[in-house]
């Protein structure tokens, strides 16, 4: 008890003290300012009492290091390939009939209607997209064909309090928790209603109102983040998680390794989701890695882990509602290898028939696919039939027009958001710089066309 409410108060300085930290390199960015934040540890008692004593087995002292292995005599190197591959839990066949029949699938029908709608909605919105990309209308597209259901079925099983960190193949997750068509497409066109005021590539999306942490190309930097945002969740004793969703290929980044030691070795109440859809770009699994794929790995960092059939969103789903349970009762990682096949090029910057065959892509997208395993299951359930689905799509493709063809019409944001934003104020050199470019506007009017821009040339507000 004594030890909560030394953390309690620890964490009261070290917030005011951040924010005091903060402001004050914000406001002054000449000034320096030190604050100390003493060290809090997160380690279990329990768990600190097996370390600090000697611990003794057989007449023997323990190392340290390795605290429940025994002794042997005969010398053997453990061989990964003769090692069990982890398996794939699986709740819903590619037939939509339900095989773990022990799990009794206890969603409502609207939140399961839900789920189906939003993947149904996310897979109409990406073939527009990438043509619109491809017209020339954007500059940059990435479709998640095939992973709808990990994305949709993950976010299903969070609260609205969880954060979520993502890599980019994740709007069913964005879409599912309240981002909005209007949301998406004002991103896409870097309008001047984009949160991200324009700034960022199109798909690297971004809410703060729905914990949504804004995408970074930069593969993987997202992973410590989500562990830090988790320590801070547990300091402060609220009742949500953090998940954070990576692809295979992103899982070979050094800040995967320091991500999961760190969630482990300070108890972060922390999901990663690893999508493994078996490429990352050109670069296929078996290129990847040695091992078997990324779910093994948690097991040495300490980490609870389960492997699912990224196709079935109701494996996916059950998986991350366990997870969340584990994570926030035990406060500590835990890490789901949701498998799966990217059936979409990488990127509209890919060409993906140049290293996998067009014969591989189409038996997946002919053989499994999380969007009909689930309309299965809806219709052998008596919950939806084709009447229904085109109903739905037809409206679905029109919301998702109307959207685009309205967000495509809004203005940039002002030029003066090239400047702002970098500090919370405008720094003198980042001034002088502001200024330079309203002379040369001035200068050179018949080069800029900035009738695009919100406020045209005022809107540098530098005059
Ligand atoms: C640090 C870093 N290295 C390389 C890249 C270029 N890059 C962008 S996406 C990508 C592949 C990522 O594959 P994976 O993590 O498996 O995700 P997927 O695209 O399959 O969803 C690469 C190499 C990058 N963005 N950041």
Known sequence: MLRAVSNHACLRQALSSTRTLRTGLQKHVHKTQFVSVRHVSTTKPTERAEVEKPIVQNGELVFPGALRTSFVNNMTFVDPTTQDSMPTYRVVGPDGVQIDKSYKIDLPVDTILKMYKDMVTVSIMDAIMFDAQRQGRLSFYMVSAGEEGMAVGSAAALKPQDHVYSQYREQGAYMYRGFTLDDFMNQLYGNKHDQGKGRNMPVHYGSRELNMHT????????????????YAQKMAGVDGVTLCYMGEGAASEGDFHAALNIAATRNCPVIYFCRNNGYAISTSAIEQYKGDGIASRAIGYGIETIRVDGNDIFAVHRATKKAREIALRDQKPVLIEGMSYRVSHHSTSDDSFAYRSRGEVESWQR????????????ELNKHWNEEEEQKFRTQARKDILTAFSKAEKVKKPEIVSAFTDCWEDIPPHLKEQQQELGEILDTYPEHFDLSAFEGGRGGLHDK
């Open 215 to 230: 995408i970074s190309s930069p593969l993987a930097t997202q992973l410590p983040h989500a562990a830090g945002t988790a």
């Open 367 to 378: 053989k499994d696919n999380p969007i009909v395993r689930l309309r299965k299951w809806l």
